[in-house]
């Protein structure tokens, strides 16, 4: 019983901690204690979140300038109408906690508070997020939540935080499920709907327990800005996208609406070449990976804004079935992936691994394809389809073989919708 009323008798103390805050405080803390809702917020995360994140670029150099000016630019870009609508802020937005143990922001950094933040990206339309630690520190050695969970869960309430991304550094001896299964029951508690961005780098394989604990779960370690590396940085590795996307063999049957595998934050506009970029963004949105932004939006080339707001690619990553895509088959180092569509279309996804450009001739008569997982089937010689490619814009249909060039380290990237029997 003591163990039941654990969650309630820690939120009675937390908020009478909390009695000098502002009454709109309190109406968005007062909520039904975790121990009676111990869920996830099932109402978000239907398709894969879409936004942008400062660490890739930024790191540890960030500030409530810097958010705004992003928030502004994801609006001015297209890209707040192409669906990227999550701000948010990772590592190092913390001050000290405050004698009460709460957390605050650093005041040099955020001298206008996350509240004002918060309002301030939430009248453009988008929402916010911010980012901590299961561990009593951050990666980068800020303060973590670890003791603090209902606290902070409280707090980000008190904000109008939209997003937690929560990271697994300095986390020795810590259950990973407990860990997170904490901070959910605390958000849950604190009562506004927060995403929740499992960030344990798939060392417990989260995928085995964590669909009823958060939105979405990442499957490797940091990505690099690279097509085919591994980028070592002593006693771990930053990974290139090819590696990344070789590390999803297997998970696709753990990923779904509201439960998402996540490759870690896009590196588009980061230095690899556009068809690199292009064969990135087409690999994320083909696997139904969260599509978080990484670039500094607010300098982006016009081609890395194409790229990024391609709305035909995205809505591969945004189909209401979730469906992940699978490797149908390979020629060498010409990778073929398929992803079931609502209304029985389909994607297809021809991926050059090689240094080379490749020419290939695809014979749709040749081919049935069978998702043994969502038991989805067509055969293209025996239906005929209309498709388009999504980079180039070239349409075609099947009832002749497709000669295509793929670029190196490039994708070809085909939408196909059903048309009549032959």
Same mark, same amino acid.
């Given at each position: ?9 820690? @939120? ?8 000098? !805050? ?5 109406? $968005? ?54 669906? *990227?609508? *999550? ?20 005041? $040099? ?7 004002? @933040? ?9 929402? @916010? ?33 939209? *997003? ?7 986390? =020795?001896? @810590? ?48 990505? *690099? ?22 590390? $999803? ?84 180092? !010409? ?12 994607? !297809? ?22 998702? =043994? ?42 939408? !196909?919708?059903? $048309?009549?029997?032959?």
């Amino acid at each position: 019983m003591m163990k039941a009323l654990l969650p309630q008798l820690m @939120l009675g103390a937390l908020f009478a901690a909390t009695s000098s !805050l502002a009454p709109e405080a309190h109406a $968005q803390a007062s909520v039904k204690p975790a121990a009676a809702a111990p869920a996830k917020f099932t109402e978000l995360a239907k398709t894969p979140q879409m936004g942008w994140n400062t660490w890739n670029t930024f790191a540890c150099d960030i500030d409530e300038q810097l958010i705004r000016e992003s928030a502004d630019a994801l609006v001015s870009s297209g890209m707040r109408e192409a669906g *990227y609508v *999550y701000v948010n802020i990772d590592d190092c937005w913390h001050g000290k906690r405050d004698e009460n143990g709460f957390i605050q922001p650093d005041p $040099q950094r955020f001298p206008s508070g996350m509240k004002a @933040l918060a309002d301030y990206v939430h009248a453009r339309g988008l929402k @916010l997020g911010i980012y901590s630690d299961a561990g009593a520190h951050t990666c980068a050695g800020k303060p973590g939540s670890r003791g603090h969970e209902y606290q902070d869960a409280l707090t980000y309430a008190r904000w109008g935080i939209d *997003y937690l991304k929560y990271d697994w550094c300095d986390t =020795e001896g @810590l259950n990973s499920k407990g860990a997170y299964t904490t901070m959910r029951d605390a958000l849950r508690a604190a009562g506004r709907p927060v995403l929740f961005a499992i960030c344990e780098w798939g060392d417990t394989k989260p995928w085995d327990w964590a669909a009823d604990v958060g939105h979405s779960w990442r499957t490797t370690g940091d990505i *690099y800005p690279c097509w085919d590396c591994d980028f070592n940085r002593g006693t771990w590795s930053s990974w290139g996208v090819l590696p990344i996307l070789d590390k $999803q063999a297997g998970l696709r049957k753990f990923s779904g609406p509201g439960r998402w595998n996540d490759m870690d934050m896009m590196e588009v506009g980061k230095g690899m070449t556009e068809d690199e970029d292009k064969a990135h963004f087409s690999i994320w949105a083909m696997m139904n990976s969260p599509l978080i932004a990484g670039n500094d939006i607010r300098k982006m080339s016009a081609a890395t804004r194409k790229i990024l707001t391609n709305r035909r690619v995205i809505a591969l990553n945004q189909d209401e079935r979730g469906i992940q895509a699978w490797r149908f088959m390979n020629d060498g180092q !010409l990778d073929m992936y398929a992803k079931p569509l609502a209304n029985g279309e389909w994607a !297809l996804m021809f991926l050059n691994r090689a240094d080379k450009a490749r020419s290939y001739r695809f014979d749709w008569n040749e081919h049935e394809l069978k998702d =043994e997982f969502t038991h989805n089937q067509v055969h293209f010689g025996k239906v005929r389809h209309s498709f388009t490619e999504l980079w180039s814009g070239d349409t075609g249909d099947t009832g002749k073989p497709y000669a295509m060039n793929v670029p190196a380290h490039g994708v070809v990237v085909l939408h !196909l919708r059903p $048309q009549s029997p032959r």
